[in-house]
């Protein structure tokens, strides 16, 4: 900017391909199992930083799918809270359901849906 000119306006909207800000959380908990648990329903509304918090002391095995998540069949493994809780961030453009399953049953998922 030179001395004297008008400071530039911000953009009128988001920049190609990046999404606004979502004002609207969801938050669910969900009890731990150490069988095939549904964390989070598909939804076409799902907007990016979406999480899903582990709060049990078991680890959490998540499956990107309605059901069939196992110790052994899953996406990743979030680690289970000893001095701070497992943290997954739900992939952006994922809108189909999530499914979990942990190595013992205790605590809870905390999700949290970003609409």
């Known amino acids: 900017m030179t001395r004297g000119s008008t400071p530039c306006s911000p953009p009128a ?3 190609s391909g990046a999404e606004p800000p979502s004002a ?26 979406s999480t899903i918090v582990n709060d049990s002391t078991a680890i959490l095995y998540i499956k990107l799918a309605l059901n069939g998540s196992s110790t052994t ?28 399953t942990w190595a013992s049953a205790n605590g809870f998922a905390r999700v949290t849906e970003m609409q």
């Open 13 to 15: 909207s988001t920049p």
């Open 73 to 100: 069949s899953y996406y990743v493994a979030v680690a289970g809270a000893t001095t701070a809780p497992g943290i997954f961030q739900i992939p952006d453009n994922y809108t189909g359901a999530i499914s979990g």
């Open 24 to 49: 609207t959380p969801t938050y669910t908990n969900v009890a731990s199992a150490a069988a095939d648990t549904p964390l989070l329903a598909a939804n076409t509304s799902r907007k990016a930083n």
